[in-house]
């Protein structure tokens, strides 16, 4: 299937500092990415939809100055952290679909756990 | 927007035997429906998905039954075994792969 890379893996980082992770497509190009944060035992809660050179769509309650969201390019979508604190530790993943009509499926970077101390 | 309710919430059963999570959504509009297994502090991986104009779906030994009118999927895991010991969640998608997610089954495999 596709694949969707993800970096950094874990983040540590000390309160008010900020958090670029990144989610990249490496064998198709995903004009649309989704942004998800997963807390310990919970479901995955979708946080913004990316789309490639306009702005990211953001959920309820998701504050989209917090949680900068850029996707300059068909393979790249970042999402900033800006100015974390402890409520923001979670475990964040993107997605991206690939393929097309039935074929058509959703696949996951493989998450960035972050803490924030 | 869509709800996607899923229960169990937990479910242990002895390796051979089956195990089936239900899943219901609320949006009548939803037309795909993937299954994903997720271990601790991993991506969920996509085991099996229906979309809505099909009934049924089967892949070795996991199968996934959709009821439209009920508007209600199912995930059927025979012949179980300890590897198969995970969380598992449904989802509901309309349209443009937004994911509404199930809360999520952890499933345990007794040897």
């Known amino acids: 299937g596709a694949v969707v890379s993800q970096h950094p893996s874990w983040v540590i980082c000390k309160s008010g500092t900020s958090v670029k992770i990144e989610c990249r497509s490496l064998d198709f190009q995903a004009t649309t990415m989704f942004w998800y944060r997963q807390f310990p035992k919970q479901s995955l809660m979708l946080m913004a939809t990316?789309?490639?050179?306009?702005?990211?769509?953001?959920e309820q309650g998701v504050e989209k100055d917090k949680f900068l969201i850029n996707h300059a390019s068909l393979t790249l979508s970042t999402l900033t952290v800006t100015s974390a604190h402890p409520e923001d530790s979670s475990f964040y993943i993107c997605?991206?679909?690939?393929?097309?009509?039935?074929?058509?499926?959703?696949?996951f970077g493989s998450g960035t756990q972050l803490s924030v101390l | 927007g869509e709800n996607v309710e899923q229960h169990p919430s937990t479910l242990s059963v002895q390796e051979g035997d089956s195990a089936v999570i239900k899943c219901t959504y609320s949006?009548?509009?939803?037309?795909?429906f993937p299954w994903y297994k997720q271990e601790l502090g991993k991506r969920p991986q996509l085991i099996i998905d229906?979309?809505?104009?099909?009934g049924e779906k089967k892949d070795q030994r996991i199968a996934v039954t959709l009821n439209k009118t009920a508007k209600h999927f199912s995930l059927h895991i025979t012949e179980t075994q300890p590897e198969d010991s995970a969380v598992y969640f449904c989802a509901a998608v309309i349209g443009d792969y937004k994911l509404s997610f199930g809360a999520g089954t952890t499933v345990t495999v007794r040897a």
């Open positions: 229906i979309r809505s104009n099909v």
């Open positions: 990316s789309n490639e050179g306009s702005k990211a769509t953001y």
């Open positions: 997605s991206a679909h690939a393929g097309t009509g039935n074929n058509e499926k959703l696949f």
């Open positions: 949006d009548s509009a939803s037309n795909y």
